[in-house]
């Protein structure tokens, strides 16, 4: 989801900055742009002396130009730090009882996770993701539900199972978990 936003984004604000640059230095160079163009010469500032001074004396003006730049800020910080933020975690600090630790890569705790989720009795599909910090992980599933599955079986079958297994199997004290279970669709049945 997040590289998806960052490529969106970016080409957004690529294809805006390339347009706008083109467009100006077209019309610096001397080329003929459109009649609507507000710059159509090399002597053209981007603002006038008078459109600089234009809402000076109304009291709504700076404090909506501050406004907007605020939140302009706010928005560029948060899309900085989701940089920043790991979706996954890499991997899981396992005590080994020597003292040293060992680490547990992330990706395969999650395909053990979710290969035994898809072995229950009613789960069609099955995917894991581990978030959080390395000692302490939590789990987010996504089980796929059949037509025939009783929803709070499977769950307490995942949570006494395949959760339980993995918490052990790493040493965790616990091991939080959020489960998203959604219907798998089923075709009609023919009567004849």
Known sequence: MRSTVNRVLLALAGLVLVVVGGAVLAAGLGASVPSWWPWDGKTDVLL????????????????TVIAVLAVLVVLALWWFLAQLRRGRLAD????????????LRGRALEGVLAGEAEALDGVGRAQAMLTGR?????????????????PLGTLNAFADGALAHARDSAGLDGL????????GKHRAERVS
């Open 92 to 103: 899981v600090l396992v005590d080994s009882g020597d003292g040293e630790g060992a680490q």
């Open 176 to 183: 939080p978990a959020e489960v998203r279970l959604r219907a």
């Open 134 to 150: 390395r000692t302490a992980p939590r789990a987010r599933v996504r089980l796929l539900m059949e037509p025939h599955a009783a």
């Open 48 to 63: 006038s002396g008078a459109d600089r001074q234009r809402w000076r004396d109304d009291g709504w003006w700076w404090p």
